[in-house]
């Protein structure tokens, strides 16, 4: 049996689409149809039930995924092994949010590369959640770090780390609302502030009303920018009130730059995942990255 026709079955399989096994084997939708053909008609039964969204595997077809899959993972395992010294440098392509990504993921891993590391370079990519995992599946990333779990058989997710989510604002606000008036009124004592946050949609500010009030928030952006960090610049500059990661804005409350408006019994927490394509883990750097962050998140509380 042609092992190529092998291994696009079991993409297929992996990634439940004849589309997205194309771009994760660098072929066309045609030619992946045609090897899955190839491949019915050699074993003189169907491999998949064709729906409108993708496609579904028979019960032959997960018999042979399931036996063969492992051989084929096995053999990509032996191609990126490092032979000798001189091959045996890697590169990672990492994704994942902008500021956890550059204040959490990369100072863990730069322990890993160059003459003192595990010997591989580190190429890294920002992106939201949805960026990252298609970016993932279409091969241009080796792993990433999503706050979202990706589901079907073409992923592997293991959760990382939880964020804690801080309500701030620069000491001025702090002083307008008074003391304890948030723990006393609710929602009703931040009402018609200014907000910065990430985007219009006021993501993080309406996660953390709809987590600790019950509420939406009845306000509106006052400042809009696309990133954590400068969502933490501009608050500290008075611009107004903001739903933070608490590692990312540890130091400014504990420099008294931003004050904490409210401190709720359970704070809301956001997951992060890392996620690869089934299998890859067989790869020994992406493995030592993997393992590598995960001991690294124990670390981070």
């Known amino acids: 049996m042609d092992l190529a026709l092998l291994r696009t079955f079991v993409t297929v399989h992996r990634a439940g689409s004849f589309t997205r096994a194309a771009a994760l084997l660098g072929l066309s939708q045609p030619a992946v149809t045609s090897q899955i053909r190839t ?34 993972d096995a053999l990509v395992e032996i191609a990126e092994t490092e032979l000798d010294d001189e091959s045996s440098l890697r590169t990672l392509h990492l994704a994942g949010p902008p500021e956890f990504t550059a204040e959490r993921a990369m100072p863990a891993l730069v322990e890993l590369t ?49 964020e804690e989510h801080v309500l701030v604002a620069a000491p001025r606000w702090a002083e307008r609302i008074g003391p304890g008036m948030p ?28 987590s ?59 997951t992060y995942f890392l996620v690869v394509r089934t299998g890859t883990l067989a790869m020994p750097h992406i493995a030592r990255a993997h393992e590598w962050l995960q001991r690294a998140a124990a670390d981070w509380g």
Do not use: M
């Not at 723990?183 to 709809?210: D, I, T």
């Not at 400068?230 to 004050?259: K, Q, W």
């Open 39 to 72: 491949l019915e008609r050699q074993l003189g039964r169907p491999l998949f039930l064709r729906q409108a969204r993708g496609v579904t595997p028979t019960t032959i077809g997960d018999e042979l995924a399931h036996k063969a899959a492992p051989h084929l």
């Open 114 to 162: 160059g003459e003192a590391g595990q010997g591989f370079d580190l190429r890294a990519s920002f992106g939201t959640a949805e960026e990252t995992v298609e970016g993932l599946a279409a091969g241009h990333h080796d792993l990433a770090i999503s706050t979202a779990r990706p589901r079907g058989a073409l992923f592997t997710a293991t959760p990382l780390c939880d």
């Open 183 to 210: 723990r006393r009124k609710g929602a009703s004592a931040l009402e018609n502030l200014p907000v910065v946050e990430v985007h219009e949609s006021l993501p993080f500010v309406s996660r953390y009303w709809a």
């Open 212 to 270: 600790v009030f019950d509420a939406r928030p009845d306000a509106s952006g006052t400042v809009i920018v696309p990133d954590l960090r400068a969502v933490l610049a501009c608050a500290t500059a008075g611009a107004g009130i903001a739903v933070l990661p608490r590692y990312l804005c540890t130091t400014a409350l504990e420099r008294g730059e931003v004050v904490a408006l409210h401190e709720p019994a359970v704070p809301p927490l956001r």
